[in-house]
Each structure stands twice: as C-alpha cells, then as structure tokens.
C-alpha cells in the first residue's frame, strides 16, 4: 500500500522536532502528531489517511501503521 510509505510526514516531523531541540526551550514538554490537515479526512469521508496511522474502514477497521509511526516509535524508544 503506497500510502504507508509517507517519507513527507517523516521529513515534516524530523525537521519539526529538530527546530524545537534547537531552539533550547526546556519548557516544552510535548507535542501532538496532529495537524489541521487530519480534519480533512472527515470532511472527505474518511477516503484519505493523514494521521500516522491508515485505518482500513472496509476491512474491520484494520489498522496499518504508516512509516512515520515507526520512525516515531524508534525517536522514542531512542530518547
């Protein structure tokens, strides 16, 4: 499935993290893999997947973890 291999979202979330590290602010304690973008998946009828996770709606709700959600699994696992 094409659509799990979403090396934009891994970009995105690399250089977003990296500029919150560089900019020192010890009072940040967390984020959100969460953006404007995935209230659009309602507003299309759930036909595209913009969350870090694919959501197989005709199949039981499968779940399908998108390449950025190992690259965050491993982020945290490494930190």
């Known amino acids: 499935y094409e659509g799990l291999m ?3 979202r891994v970009n995105y979330l690399s250089g977003y ?4 590290i560089r900019t020192g602010n010890e ?6 893999v969460w ?7 309602w507003a299309r009828g759930y036909n595209e997947s913009f969350g870090i996770i694919n ?14 959600y190992y690259w965050l699994k491993q982020l945290i696992n490494f930190l």
Not at 55 to 68: D, G, I
């Open 27 to 32: 009072n940040i304690k967390g984020f959100f």
């Open 35 to 41: 953006s404007l973008l995935d209230n659009f998946e």
């Open 55 to 68: 959501v197989e709606y005709e199949n039981n709700y499968k779940r399908n973890p998108k390449l950025s």
């Open 6 to 8: 979403d090396v934009e």
């Open 17 to 20: 993290l990296s500029e919150i």
